[in-house]
């Protein structure tokens, strides 16, 4: 393999020719040979975004000769439009500051930036501490990627799959308000309700976990850019961190801000914790809407079997004919995933010592994935499973028929202990409640009809 020689502080190191990172980049490659989760892309696109940001800033304050910053913000556009994946090796399992993630950026931007550089016939170069680092410290860039990437994750990809489940759970939600079943309360029989009233439980939840998604990301949208390297802006303009983020804004369309006490900024991931909390909130909710569409889909024969769903694919290697609810199983283990990567988040950032929080990679690594994958499944379970959801009539009305709970609606006329009586004769005779009402005498076939009205069970009276 052929080798380019780079050197920063420490000396110099070998770095393969055909790669544009640099030696602090290769220093990082050689010295973490562990695990095989990369630095997600929506970071270093975060980082791209930042760098490019943190350039104009720096050349509208006279800091950064445009020429450079034309450079750095044309590098940091090819990584935008992932050409240059290929030069962002780093693993998670590093730096807990993200450091030498930070240079991988700078290096790249300052190679690709100097071959531009070059190719417009300009002397100047980059440097990738002194130019595309200017101003800033791995230490408020790598927070500051962090809030960018999680914003963007949140707003552009979690947030519509959201809303188009829920869409798709409206119409259900609708299209089946006036179809009376029998409840269920502690996997036992409950009083009646529409499947409508069911799957409007499911849709807001979605409702809910929606709107605490979107309160989280107001926190997300304060930058710790600016704090430099413990907070105080040491090296940085004082219009530095207004500005930058005032470009992040244009460049992203999102609402960004100054975090306004960057000692917190750096050393605090409250922010992250709370907005993971909220897709904690989603997975749970998630995991009972797809728990409860199997349930009410179990059979074909022997289970409950009220709804029917798509058969997708064969269920088993051995049993023909099988079909399994295999969208709902994808969707529950993503949520155990999710609250397993809340608690990884939860306790990384409860590390933050003195001035700074050295666990930042698998904040972000953990937050990333639970976004990306809630997005997916949720989008996969609405397109090939809710979508597809249809009662069964046949079934539905032979359970509503049966149930004992029917009973319930006795209560105002004869009493609890009355109504409790016909309930138990009924179940230990295997007999209908309105025989066993006529039999023990305590109503005529006519009251008993006139009392125990299904549909009227379904709303307050």
Excluded at 36 to 63: V, Y
Excluded at 122 to 138: A, G, I, M
Excluded at 272 to 296: E, P, Q, S
Excluded at 436 to 457: C, N, Q, R, W
Aim: charged share 20%; glycine share 6%; hydrophobic share 40%.
């Amino acid at each position: 393999m052929d080798y380019r020689v780079e050197r920063d502080t420490i000396g110099d190191i070998h770095v393969p020719a055909e790669k544009y990172w640099g030696a602090q980049t290769q220093r990082s490659k050689e010295n973490f040979p562990i695990g095989s989760e990369r630095m997600p892309a929506e970071i270093i696109k975060a980082f791209a975004i930042l760098k490019k940001s943190a350039a104009k800033a720096n050349s509208d304050l006279g800091l950064l000769d445009s020429q450079k910053a034309a450079a750095i913000s044309y590098a940091a556009d090819l990584v935008l439009a992932d050409e240059l994946n290929e030069h962002f090796p780093l693993v998670v399992w590093q730096t807990g500051s993200g450091t030498q993630s930070n240079m991988n950026v700078n290096e790249v931007l300052a190679f690709v930036g100097n071959k531009w550089l070059e190719e417009k016939g300009s002397e100047l170069r980059l440097h990738p501490n002194d130019d595309v680092n200017k101003s800033q410290s791995s230490n408020d860039t790598y927070p500051t990627a962090m809030h960018v990437a999680s914003v963007l994750k949140l707003e552009d990809t979690v947030i519509p799959a959201v809303q188009q489940l829920k869409a798709t759970l409206k119409e259900k939600m609708e299209a089946f308000s006036g179809i009376v079943k029998i409840g269920r309360t502690h996997l036992q029989d409950a009083t009646p309700l529409t499947l409508g009233q069911e799957i409007s439980g499911w849709h807001r939840m979605l409702e809910k976990s929606e709107k605490m998604i979107t309160e989280s990301v107001d926190y997300l949208k304060e930058l710790a850019i600016g704090g430099t390297a413990v907070g105080t802006g040491l090296n940085a303009h004082p219009e530095f961190s207004e500005r930058v983020c005032e470009a992040i804004s244009s460049y992203t369309g999102k609402k960004f801000v100054p975090a306004p006490n960057k000692f917190h900024a750096l050393t605090s991931h409250d922010e992250t914790v709370y907005a993971h909390g909220a897709l904690k909130a989603l997975a749970a909710d998630m995991m009972k809407i797809a728990n409860d569409v199997r349930w009410l889909a179990s059979g074909p024969r022997c289970g409950i079997g009220e709804i029917t769903i798509p058969a997708n694919e064969p269920g088993s290697s051995i049993m023909p004919g099988k079909v399994n609810p295999t969208q709902s199983e994808a969707v529950t283990m993503v949520a155990t995933q999710v609250m397993g990567n809340d608690a990884a988040i939860g306790f990384a950032a409860s590390q933050g010592n003195f001035e700074l929080n050295v666990f930042k990679p698998v904040i972000a690594y953990n937050f990333l994935q639970s976004s990306q994958l809630l997005a997916d499944s949720i989008i996969s379970f609405d397109e090939r499973c809710a979508i597809g959801i249809e009662p069964n009539h046949e079934q539905i009305e032979k359970y509503l028929n049966d149930s004992l709970m029917l009973v319930t609606a006795l209560n105002p006329h004869i009493g609890y202990e009355n109504a409790a009586k016909i309930a138990k004769k009924a179940f230990n005779d295997n007999s209908t409640l309105k025989a066993t009402a006529i039999e023990l005498g305590l109503l005529t076939e006519e009251e008993f009809d006139k009392y125990v009205i299904p549909k009227e069970m379904t709303t307050p009276k």
